[in-house]
């Protein structure tokens, strides 16, 4: 395997492979990610992907990263339907704005695999498979884990919650949120969601969004954020003001959020692995590739976790 960085508008990483295939016989696939440097996950995600490529001869794979930014994203998938790769994944930076782009892959032919984050439904009908979890059920799960606490503690028909969510028009948000706000007065109809508003996936912003939260009301007794980043950014900011006793529920469990489940100050999340999510956005890709029949929506499990249970998982690497 020769790793080799190309130095062009969209700041390539290309992975070319090989093996004991012919060069002609081997499958290049393109990925442009969301916003490689905003998080841990998008971090460890990258890095599993480009090892899962290096460990398959038959593969050259095209590695790009939008930094967050939607046009830098349309032009690189417009790059990659020049280059006619055979396959291009894509982690939208926006689930709106990218479906002309994907709509213009399909029509040259090439298949195109949405991962991590689904893309808005007018989309679909120009989308091979998506891969990835399934993020509704993501914060169903964890109106769930907060409710269960509430009723552990005996404040189910009292207690009020805060929602940081994550970037706006992020489709990975938008459904984090739906499965929440449609669960909780399911399981805990008592339960007043106060208020909600984004934390961008940032740990830094969803504190001083905390904070705010903090000086507006002086009852609160439950947080829920769209990942955990965002959730210790929270939690960080309740320290600092000495309020006690709230309840901290995340998304997508991170190492700081099961480090403070273990401290005892964050009570759970969901379990995510981004290694796991990589390897299977490229597995799709291939199988796409090689004819196979797939569902539209390819989901990996993201079971609950807890401090009750965190002892049956990892620390998460990210």
């Not at 890095?47 to 794979?61: H, L, R, T």
């Not at 940032?202 to 959730?231: P, T, W």
């Not at 000495?242 to 469990?253: D, H, K, L, S």
Request: glycine share 10%.
């Amino acid at each position: 395997m020769n790793i080799r960085k190309t130095l062009v508008a969209t700041t390539a990483l290309t992975l070319t492979a090989f093996g004991g295939a012919a060069l002609a016989e081997t499958k290049t696939i393109g990925i442009t990610q969301n916003n490689v440097g905003v998080d841990s996950y998008q971090t460890t995600y990258e890095k599993a992907f480009i090892a899962a490529a290096e460990a398959n001869s038959d593969v050259n794979v095209v590695v790009l990263d939008a930094g967050g930014d939607v046009a830098r994203q349309i032009a690189q998938m417009e790059d990659l339907i020049q280059q006619e790769v055979d396959a291009i994944i894509i982690w939208p930076t926006n689930g709106e704005a990218v479906i002309p782009a994907v709509r213009k892959a399909h029509k040259a032919g090439i298949p195109v695999i949405v991962t991590n984050s689904n893309i808005a439904e007018a989309g679909f009908p120009f989308v091979s498979s998506f891969s990835g979890p399934d993020n509704i059920t993501q914060g169903s799960r964890s109106a769930e884990i907060i409710c269960d606490k509430f009723k552990d503690m005996g404040i189910e028909n009292e207690a009020r919650v805060v929602q940081i969510s994550g970037q706006p028009g992020y489709t990975t948000a938008i459904e984090r949120q739906k499965g929440f706000d449609d669960r909780l007065p399911e399981v805990c109809p008592n339960v007043t969601l106060v208020e909600t508003q984004p934390g961008d996936w940032n740990r830094e912003k969803s504190q001083k969004v905390m904070e705010a939260f903090l000086v507006k009301y002086d009852d609160i007794d439950g947080v829920y954020s769209g990942d955990d980043n965002m959730g210790v950014g929270a939690l960080n900011a309740a320290k600092a003001a000495g309020r006690e006793g709230i309840i901290f529920v995340g998304a997508t469990n991170f190492a700081v959020g099961y480090e403070a489940m273990g401290r005892g100050e964050y009570w759970g999340s969901i379990y995510q692995s981004p290694v796991d999510d990589a390897e299977a956005a490229l597995k799709t890709a291939i199988e796409t590739l090689d004819g196979k029949e797939l569902p539209f929506l390819n989901y990996f499990d993201t079971p609950k976790i807890t401090q009750d249970n965190m002892g049956d998982y990892t620390k998460p690497v990210f």
